[in-house]
């Protein structure tokens, strides 16, 4: 069974318009708990009690996910990763890069 389908997720733009595409410093408290809170820390999915892997309503939740690939594969929808979020939307290209680049320059608790 594949724990992560049950997830509901509602398509927005941005989660934050007023920040601008600029990777150049993400940090996990400023750039990523933002979009996790929007797109996957969501009720019944990827939280305390959810249906998805992992609790990403916190670092030490996430960070396995991070660690073995699994959040970027699902995050972009690579072949052979389950597609998150599962309504088949891809996250926002803004909040996309700046998930690849915070986990591509270690994804510190910053």
Do not use: K
């Amino acid at each position: 069974m594949l724990p992560m389908l049950s997830c509901r997720h509602a398509a927005e733009e941005l989660v934050r318009p007023d920040v601008p595409c600029d990777t150049a410093s993400v940090t996990y408290v400023a750039d990523i708990v933002p979009i996790l809170q929007q797109h996957c820390a969501l009720a019944d999915c990827h939280v305390s009690g959810g249906d998805g892997t992992g609790d990403f309503s916190t670092y030490a939740g996430l960070l396995p996910q991070v660690q073995n690939g699994n959040l970027l594969q699902a995050v972009q929808h690579l072949p052979g990763a389950i597609p998150m979020p599962p309504s088949g939307d891809l996250i926002p290209t803004c909040d996309m890069a700046f998930i690849v680049a915070w986990v591509n320059s270690g994804a510190e608790e910053n």
